[in-house]
């Protein structure tokens, strides 16, 4: 499902996939036994459900961690490439646990103009002035 490249060099998640029930919301609607494994999408190794540590201990993941990656729980539906007979439905739903880059808010502006301060002419100090003074 995933290819180890250097673009997926730095993505590492931990999925599950969980069946159709054939029930709709409001019941549950997915479904996985408390025996399923995740998959490591790095490594392929699977893991039980008291094993989760021992994968955040891994190599891969321990590299992200200490680069300021955290992993966020991420879902969604897709078709079943292979339904098996006993399916009660179409759907099913993956399930992954994802290391995340940190967020970083940009400090350059968005749109390219300069900001306020420095596209308005600065004030001059009074000894600089070109003025006359006024008499009295």
């Known amino acids: 499902m995933y290819q180890n490249n250097k673009s ?46 021992e994968w955040y201990q891994t190599e891969a993941v321990q590299r992200l961690v200490k680069q300021g990656y955290t992993g966020k729980w991420y879902a969604k539906t897709q078709q079943i490439e292979t339904p098996k007979p006993y399916d009660k439905g179409t759907i099913q739903m993956v399930l992954s646990f994802i290391m995340t880059k940190p967020y970083k808010p940009r400090t350059d502006n968005v749109d390219g103009l300069k900001p306020v301060a420095q596209s308005m002419p600065q004030v001059q100090s009074p000894a600089d002035s070109m003025d006359d003074e006024i008499p009295f």
């Open 8 to 53: 997926n060099r730095d993505f590492v998640a931990l999925t599950l996939w969980l069946n159709p029930t054939g029930s709709q919301s409001p019941k549950y609607e997915y479904k996985a036994s408390a025996e399923s494994l995740f998959i490591c999408s790095s490594t392929k190794k699977k893991y039980k459900l008291s094993q989760i540590n």
